[in-house]
């Protein structure tokens, strides 16, 4: 009845949970297994440009004649396995350098805070864009970049719930026993987190979807002749008023992803006000 | 004000109370009392028929005035509360909006209601009066957080006061407060009540508090009734076990007496047993206990309890055995000695010159009201605050002051036991888990022996070894707290410091805390620094104690000598404010 195991327990029962876990599942499938079940390649021409919905090519064609439905069945995977890796990694960032300025305080809080505070005065998107362009759309470059954009909101979510859990009696029963500050940390205060984190994380992922797909929109995603969700948008659009789905088709993967995850965040920050509520009283 | 037949229930359909049904007259004030989870605020807040979410009125009716409150709309129900019904919760703190300024909560409570228009500012000094508060613009214009607790707690009163309800619901008003603050709120309480005829409920674990302040009392334990009568025939003439054991479980500044505590805690709505549902605690307890539910049977005029052993309970006793006081133990070399400690926050002295030895095998008590420094003084011993002036010297050595400049072995040998048991348990740690920290941190035993260790420092402080896998939240408060000196005493510490550690516990709860750390001092030897603001407690636990005013350390000497012919006025004042159960 404790922990995260019943949290997510917990959260099962949330309707938001239930429906966000479904569309989650579905925009995973279409990422994973698409490649395989596309109809056609990816660079297949199977029509003129443009052309609307056909009994061969049902979601139609783009503005090069390729298929629309083969194109987002196979044009997933980036997106999706890049912004669950960049939320991954501004949380690695963020909860470490938030746990350490929010136990430690004074020097170390001030000069971590700061220098966020830099970061944070850069749009994500600018940060991302001005050393994408300089070093090239590099895949891993592109995660490292969003996750080192979005990690100063994390480290601040995070110093702010480890300064409230670090009041607690329990943290100074652990440091009356001479506990070194790095295990304090690690085993008294983080597990404390982390239902707050997970919710942390999904939000994150959210915003990483948002940053990944705009720069692929850009065309700064990694270049390859697959395409990508955030790539088709850019392209089919100049067809949007004769040939809509070529751009609908992304953007409805897209944002599934994105509202799922919202979605399944929601439901766990219910339950863990449930959870917490009954706590208290 | 009068209740019947009244029955909340959860969702799941599972009573939290029921068959609740008492009368209280204007001008008289009912003590509710019992255990946490007894269903005693359950009741209170039903009485302004408001539940917790999850739970639900399902029957039962709740007149004041004439006026069954329970069948009123919502939008009735909001004009009767506040203006006829009013209710002063537990903690003022969380009840006052911290964001608004004394003078307009008051105004507020006027406002919502339309009442007094024109003349408000004239009532909130009256009522202000009333509770012994100042009026002026200078103490109106001030926030919550600029009050103490006593005073917020007064305004809280004041607000429930103002609007001259018929009748007011006190939740443990009293209970984060010192026995001084807590004799004010008390006799303001007593006196508003009588000068205004108003019918009051007053809800606490604590029958000395209920002894001081009402004229009948009602017990309640797992959501029903057991005992209820005029306050001389419950608390001098108690039929039912549970009362009984409840007022041996108090401790009395008059004479030391052994405390008992009532073995397990109130079962929760669900878990409770088949037939009368304390006879898995009651030293009486047989055969027919398990099948028949015993109904509130009358004893005397106005006088009931429902048990099926009315017979044998006439002679049982509610007097706790009185024990021989404790005297000063002679030994030659203190282990703990503080020459002249100093310690200030900026400007305000905090600690002014305080010197104390504690030998070995000793309890001393360290007794003052909150703001009397006893809390700086543990934590500057246990290593949590660095003293600006004097010396601490431990087992002859001087004690380098903060916690990580220290040894491990001087860690292991001081250890703190925190007033709250509800903070100092890691949340996401089983008991199991929380106590193998000090054996791997101060590397007790070898490696295999943990299991062992963690079980026998369990035995220990009584609990069994199956709750190893429990976590603090599946444990009740005494439980907890157990558990946190189970903790303290893995690394067989020399010194055990206490601050206030029964203070958030029940009396049955503390009863048996109490006679477990006197356990250790009389059979392990152990030094403990017991600080409190209770004298009953003192005089139970301590050898000696010593009394802080504002920082100063004004008298010390044997427990029962400073507490039968105290010398300083302070200590004479603070007997005089501690509630005690007496005709």
């Known amino acids: ?281 | 004000m009068t209740v019947r037949d009244l029955r909340v229930e959860l969702r799941s359909g599972e009573d939290v109370v029921d068959q609740i049904g008492f009368d209280v007259a204007p001008g008289e004030i009912l003590g509710v009392v019992g255990e946490s989870g007894s269903g005693k605020t359950t009741v209170g807040t039903a009485l302004l028929g408001h539940t917790r979410s999850g739970a639900e009125i399902t029957s039962g009716s709740v007149e004041i005035e004439g006026t069954d409150i329970l069948r009123l709309d919502p939008r009735q129900l909001s004009g009767m509360r506040g203006r006829v019904v009013t209710y002063v919760p537990q903690d003022p703190a969380s009840a006052l909006n911290p964001a608004l300024r004394i003078g307009s909560q008051l105004r507020e409570v006027m406002r919502v209601h339309d009442a007094y228009s024109g003349e408000r500012d004239a009532r909130i000094e009256q009522i202000l009066a009333d509770v012994r508060l100042p009026s002026d613009r200078d103490f109106l214009r001030r926030y919550p957080h600029e009050l103490s607790g006593g005073q917020q707690q007064r305004v809280a009163i004041a607000m429930a006061f103002m609007l001259q309800p018929t009748a007011i619901v006190l939740d443990e008003p009293t209970t984060g407060l010192d026995v001084t603050t807590q004799a004010h709120v008390l006799e303001t309480v007593r006196r508003l009540c009588a000068e205004h005829q108003v019918a009051a409920i007053y809800i606490t674990h604590d029958l000395a508090v209920v002894s001081a302040l009402a004229q009948r009392v009602m017990v309640m334990y797992a959501g029903r009734i057991v005992e209820i009568g005029d306050r001389e025939q419950v608390l001098f003439e108690p039929r039912h076990p549970y009362t009984q054991q409840l007022l041996r479980a108090i401790p009395s500044v008059k004479e030391r007496t052994r405390l008992d505590l009532i073995p397990g805690a109130a079962p929760s709505p669900g878990h409770r047993p088949s037939g009368c549902s304390y006879r898995t605690r009651c030293p009486l307890a047989a055969e027919g206990c398990a099948e028949i539910t015993p109904g509130l049977e009358g004893i005397g005029p106005a006088h009931a309890a429902a048990c099926l052993r009315l017979e044998e309970t006439k002679a049982g006793t509610y007097k706790a055995p009185t024990l021989p006081d404790l005297t000063e133990v002679e030994s030659p070399a203190p282990l703990v000695s503080l020459e002249s400690v100093e310690f200030a926050y900026g400007d305000n002295q905090v600690l002014d010159s305080v010197s104390l030895d504690v030998h070995q095998a000793e309890c001393v008590a360290v007794v003052g009201e909150s703001g009397s420094g006893k809390t700086t003084l543990s934590r500057i011993l246990a290593g949590l605050l660095a003293p600006a002036a004097g010396q601490v010297r431990f087992d002859g050595e001087a004690l380098p002051s903060t916690a990580r400049s220290r040894s491990p072995e001087l860690l292991k040998s001081i250890q703190y036991v925190f007033q709250n048991p509800y903070g100092s348990l890691n949340p996401r740690k089983s008991v199991g888990e929380i106590l193998s920290l000090p054996v791997a941190q101060f590397g007790i035993g070898s490696r295999g022996q943990t299991r062992d260790i963690v079980a026998a420092a369990l035995d220990e402080v009584g609990l069994s070894e199956d709750m190893i896998d429990n976590y603090p939240q599946e444990l009740s408060g005494g439980e907890r707290q157990r558990v946190a000196i189970a903790r303290a005493l893995v690394g067989q510490p020399k010194l055990l410091i206490c601050d206030e550690v029964t203070s958030a516990l029940d009396v049955s709860a503390q009863a048996g805390i109490v006679s477990l750390l006197r356990k250790l001092v009389d059979e392990s030897g152990l030094a403990i620094i017991f600080v409190t603001h209770d004298l009953a407690l003192v005089r139970s636990i301590a050898d000696r104690c010593a009394v802080l005013e504002k920082g100063t350390m004004v008298e010390t000497g044997a427990s029962s000598l400073v507490i039968d012919h105290p010398s300083h006025r302070y200590t004479r004042e603070l007997i005089a404010d501690t509630p005690v159960v007496n005709r």
């Open chain 1, 1 to 281: 009845m404790t922990g995260s195991t019943s949290l997510l327990a917990r959260s099962w029962k949330q309707k938001q949970t239930k429906i966000g876990t479904a569309i989650i599942l579905v925009v995973l499938f279409i990422a994973i297994a698409g490649p395989w079940l596309a109809p056609y390649s990816a660079t297949e021409f199977v029509g003129p440009p443009f052309t609307g919905s056909t009994s061969a090519a049902p979601l139609g064609t783009d503005v090069l004649g390729h298929d629309v439905l083969s194109r987002t069945l196979r044009g997933g995977l980036f997106v999706v396995w890049s912004s669950i890796a960049a939320a991954i990694v501004a949380m690695l960032i963020g909860v470490t350098l938030g746990l350490l300025a929010g136990y430690r305080g004074g020097f170390t809080d001030g000069l971590t805070m700061r220098g966020f505070d830099i970061v944070l005065a850069f749009p994500q998107l600018i940060l991302v864009l001005i050393f994408v362009s300089l070093i090239g759309p590099k895949a891993w470059l592109i995660v490292l970049l969003t996750g080192i954009a979005l990690s100063p909101g994390v480290a601040r979510v995070t110093r702010g719930l480890t300064q409230e859990v670090a009041q607690r009696d329990f943290v100074r029963a652990a440091e009356l026993m001479g506990m070194s500050r790095r295990r304090i940390l690690w085993s008294e205060i983080l597990p404390n987190l982390s239902s707050a984190l997970l919710v942390e994380f999904t939000t994150r992922m959210i915003w990483a979807i948002g940053v990944i797909a705009s720069l692929a929109f850009l065309g700064l995603g990694p270049t390859s002749d697959v395409g990508n969700w955030g790539l088709m948008i850019n392209e089919n659009r100049v067809g949007l008023p004769i040939q809509p789905l070529g751009v609908i088709a992304p953007v409805v993967v897209m944002a599934g992803f994105a509202v799922g995850t919202g979605l399944i965040a929601e439901g766990i920050s219910r339950s863990m006000a449930r959870i917490e509520g009954a706590r208290t009283s």
